[in-house]
């Protein structure tokens, strides 16, 4: 009687709980739709192998000084990039320059100052480089794009249109960038923001996302309005979906994380592939709204000359969502994965969700690796940290582990 029980209970355990771990890895799914590779993915990561797996970042070159020689002395908000030789290119906002370093961190060469003139910044983004190997960098407010050849000398520029943004020259020649439009009317402001590929003239050619945002501007004698304006403009800012891409040799990774979809383009704008995770969504809490308020804070040089009172009057107004955005930022890996963060926590940790080349969901794990202007090249890891409040350039050497037999080992990746 009791060896029928145990037939019985085993059959039971094959039927019902088997078959639910089945299903669960059935969420997983590749089908084509409308000629659009579908990729969709469960919550939890499904690695191929069965294998826990991670990334881990090693630092192993630090730029950067907080006195000393001003070459290694960077402003507030920096930016950087490597050419295919591992030189480093920080363009560094406040100090409106470029300084290069070779692959071992030392000081080559100051590109730019500040001015209006031909070769001159008055503001800055990223450095990049157009297909002739040339470095290119956007200047917003002087409504340009600067060339110069990578040891120093200034080329040429363009100009470029009013309220142009993250401009990147694909393999193609395409420019991806965004092109806001203000039009104002009975005290209101709307923002139209494009996203999508433009051509060299900066028509738009595909267009990616399209959003609006409204600002209304009172009376400046009325101290009530004027900390409801404030409020509304953090308000719209505070933990919002915010478009994030990455160029990948020929193809245009883009998200727009009010859902957790990532779509990826062809060099010439094409929608080809769709990758999807099913998500809980993280909420908002008292510490992220604490940290919100004080990078505002430190951030806008309007809201510094307020008195105290208004400014705690401007954060009482914010209203916050309840849940942050499916994602905050994605880039790619050189081996085709993608690297996509999905929360952090100001000098705490960063959580990560990896998929590989087809779009599987493979790892999620944690990081103490600062995310910010994070990005992969010549087999390594860069990014820019802040210690006391002062920026420094890292590059990191990358180590896949798996889980085996109780521990983490170090594994392949391919």
């Known amino acids: 009687m009791i060896r029928n029980k145990e037939i019985i209970i085993f059959f039971m355990l094959f039927f019902f709980i088997i078959p639910q771990e089945t299903n669960a890895q059935k969420h997983f799914s590749i089908e084509t739709i409308n000629g659009i590779t579908v990729v969709s993915n469960p919550k939890k990561p499904i690695p191929k192998n069965g294998l826990k797996k991670r990334i881990i970042l090693n630092e192993e070159l630090s730029i950067g000084e907080i006195e ?3 070459n290694y002395m960077f402003g507030a908000i920096i930016l950087f990039n490597a050419d295919d030789e591992g030189n480093f290119y920080v363009s560094d906002f406040d100090n409106k320059r470029i300084q290069k370093y070779d692959p071992k961190g030392k000081y080559l060469l100051t590109i730019g100052r500040v001015g209006q003139g031909p070769g001159e910044f008055e503001s800055l983004s990223h450095v990049q480089f157009d297909r002739e190997d040339n470095l290119y960098v956007l200047d917003r407010i002087s409504r340009r794009v600067s060339f110069f050849d990578k040891n120093g000398p200034y080329l040429r520029q363009i100009a470029t249109p009013n309220g142009f943004e993250y401009l990147y020259k694909n393999s193609k020649g395409l420019i991806v960038g965004q092109q806001i439009d203000k039009h104002e009317e009975g005290g209101i402001i709307n923002y139209v923001m494009k996203f999508g590929l433009f051509d060299e003239n900066f028509n738009i050619v595909v267009t990616f996302q399209t959003y609006e945002s409204k600002v209304s501007f009172p009376s400046y004698s009325d101290e009530s309005s004027m900390a409801k304006m404030w409020a509304d403009i953090f308000s719209q800012r505070a933990f919002k979906p915010q478009q994030t891409f990455a160029l990948d040799k020929d193809l245009i990774y883009f998200g727009f994380p009010d859902k957790y979809v990532i779509n990826i383009f062809s060099a ?12 809980d969504p993280i909420p908002v809490t008292k510490k992220d709204k604490v940290i919100y308020e004080k990078d505002e804070q430190e951030r806008s040089e309007m809201l510094q000359r307020f008195p105290e009172h208004m400014r705690k009057k401007i954060f009482s107004l914010i209203k916050y969502p309840k849940y942050k955005p499916a994602y905050q930022k994605i880039t790619v890996m050189e081996n085709g994965w993608l690297f996509v963060v999905v929360d952090s926590l100001e000098n705490e940790y960063a959580l990560i969700d990896l998929f590989n080349k087809e779009g599987r969901y493979i790892a999620q794990f944690k990081t103490t690796v ?11 890891a860069y990014a820019v940290a802040y210690e006391n409040e002062f920026p420094f350039v890292k590059r990191y050497a990358i180590e896949l582990q798996e889980y085996k037999n109780g521990k983490w080992v170090k594994s392949n990746i391919k």
């Open 68 to 70: 000393g020689d001003e």
């Open 268 to 279: 010439k704008g094409k929608l080809i592939k769709k990758i999807r995770r099913d998500f």
């Open 370 to 380: 600062p995310t910010n202007n994070l990005f992969f090249k010549n087999g390594k």
